[in-house]
């Protein structure tokens, strides 16, 4: 390979539409990419996700490594004749981590069917942060020895199915309040600390990559920077007191975490001296490309830089071997009614009562029902606005009135709500309420004047909010989540679930 073919193998680059154009052509030839990462932009359905993976092999002459975050629950990219998993907390509260292990083997299939070989997955983040903007559900508890539980099972459910996993977000971002996706979060902590918290599920579950991210640890950092591109953490931490051997995959190098401090060409090149083997850049085809010139120059003058490469190569090229042992999966195994149940049944154990001081459960008598209008909060997640089902079958199943209201209600806006409010039977459908000052006041001014019931359809620190007295969490709002919080509430089946996190 000339060096310009194997500078292209460090990137992971997104591709702008669902089929092959011109556009689409001239990224991968000047690129020549090592991985592809989907996003639901590329996505329609099994088939032609199918038929534009082999037209990017096509394009290629070569298969690149096609990456996805199919999380599970708020971050899910195959939607559409595909079987959809609830999110990690959800899969928690079942309290069985058999269900991550076989979500994760439904995921592993149907990904393989249509050709992608790397799910980004999964978060192992300790979301001890109620407040924590990026990561809440997407977590799978915030006991430590959980997250290694459930997560260790989810990637051998993904790794034993010829899909490489990936542990997020390295070293742990879960007690941070700032979001990487707009700026770079400081988790300032010890390394003592860290070494009996975040690193333990790195430490303990074995995976073929990790994805560092764009946080700075005071701790171990003598620059603010990004772990990304700190030697320190990728290089001293993770190389050599850590002793890991796998892959390095960075977070999107077009997140705000980065580019509020770097130009993303030092910051690509940055990333790539300290220790990292793939370099992810998933939008901006001009930048893309941009890029992977720069870097070429910048290798092809400097030694060092050369001998990393053939570092980062050798990794990459190793796990890619792992993967291709797996066994053939036939395309008409996607979306089939076996792993559409078994999703279904793990989200129907999953849904947590709380509260029920009124014993509003299951409903027999509702005159209003409130709700938000789910809308996107971080970055990563896929646009989910509009009204929820679930609302608008609870209001027809009880013949009540039917409210919406945006997700960011100022409380001087919520007086109209609760004069319809008082000395009735009302339900609040929330989200993340308890990070939005109007939704919070909401739920505390109606709960002081009628028989109130919150739904937390994503994080359920809402069931804390200051005098809610019934309350039940769903952990997202899937469609089997939101068709299994229908059964609990019209008392089609009990609520089994159990509260993964302390809300502190």
């Known amino acids: 390979m000339t060096l310009e073919e194997k500078v292209g193998k460090l990137f992971m680059i997104g591709l702008p539409g669902k089929s092959m154009d011109a556009e689409t052509v001239k990224i991968l030839e000047r690129v020549n990419p090592g991985s592809i990462i989907l996003f639901s932009r590329n996505i329609e359905n099994p088939s032609q996700v199918k038929d534009f993976i082999d037209e990017c092999k096509r394009v290629l002459g070569y298969k690149p490594l096609i990456a996805i975050d199919q999380e599970g629950g708020i971050v899910t990219r195959l939607t559409k004749g595909f079987a959809i998993s609830p999110g990690a907390m959800a899969i928690a509260a079942t309290g069985n981590s058999e269900n991550a292990f076989i979500a994760a083997s439904i995921l592993a299939k149907e990904m393989r069917a249509v050709g992608i070989d790397w799910d980004l997955a999964p978060v192992v983040d300790i979301n001890n942060n109620p407040n924590n903007p990026g990561i809440g559900v997407r977590s799978f508890s915030s006991d430590v020895n959980t997250v290694v539980e ?12 010829g899909i490489i996993a990936c542990l997020k977000h390295f070293p742990g971002k879960g007690r941070v309040s700032v979001d990487a996706h707009i700026d770079m979060p ?10 009996k918290f975040e690193l333990i599920p790195f430490k303990k579950i074995e995976a073929l990559s990790w994805m560092p991210s764009h946080i700075y640890i005071p701790a171990l950092q003598h620059t603010k920077i990004p772990a990304t591109l700190s030697e320190e953490i990728l290089t001293e931490l993770v190389r ?10 960075a977070d999107d190098l077009l997140m705000g975490g980065i580019t509020n401090y770097f130009p993303v ?75 559409i149940n078994e999703m279904q049944h793990i989200s129907d154990e999953a849904i947590t009562l709380l509260k029920n001081k009124d ?14 209008v789910l809308s996107r909060l971080v970055q990563v997640e896929d646009e989910k606005e509009g009204i929820p089902w679930i ?27 609760i004069k319809k409010a008082v000395g009735k039977v009302n339900v609040i459908f929330t989200e993340n309420a308890h990070l939005f000052p109007g939704q919070r006041a909401l739920a505390e001014e109606i709960s002081k004047v009628g028989k109130t019931l919150i739904v937390a359809l994503r994080n359920p620190y809402d069931c804390f909010i200051e005098g809610v007295e019934n309350a039940i969490a769903s952990y997202g709002y899937t469609p089997e989540l939101q068709k299994s919080l229908f059964k609990v509430l019209t008392g089609k089946i009990k609520a089994k679930g159990k509260l993964p996190v302390v809300n502190r």
Do not use: W
């Open 391 to 417: 609302s608008q079958e609870i209001a027809k199943y009880t013949n009540a009135e039917f409210y919406t209201f945006d997700l960011k209600i100022k409380p001087d806006q919520i007086n109209k709500y």
């Open 150 to 161: 459930f997560g260790r099972k989810f990637t051998k459910g993904l790794q034993e199915n």
């Open 265 to 339: 060409e030092e910051a690509t090149l940055k990333a790539f001296a300290a220790g990292m083997d793939i370099l992810t850049v998933c939008h901006n085809d001009d930048i893309q490309i941009a890029v992977k010139n720069y870097l070429v120059k910048q290798i092809e003058k400097e030694p060092k830089l050369q001998k990393r490469l053939e570092e980062s190569l050798s990794k990459i090229e190793a796990m890619k071997k792992l993967i291709n042992k797996a066994p053939k999966i036939e395309i008409k195994l996607v979306g089939s009614d076996e792993h």
């Open 186 to 195: 400081v988790l300032d902590v010890s390394y003592d600390e860290l070494k």
């Open 240 to 249: 050599k007191k850590l002793h890991y051997k796998g892959v390095l995959i």
């Open 359 to 372: 014993n509003l459960i299951p409903l027999q008598h509702v005159d209003n029902v409130f709700t938000v």
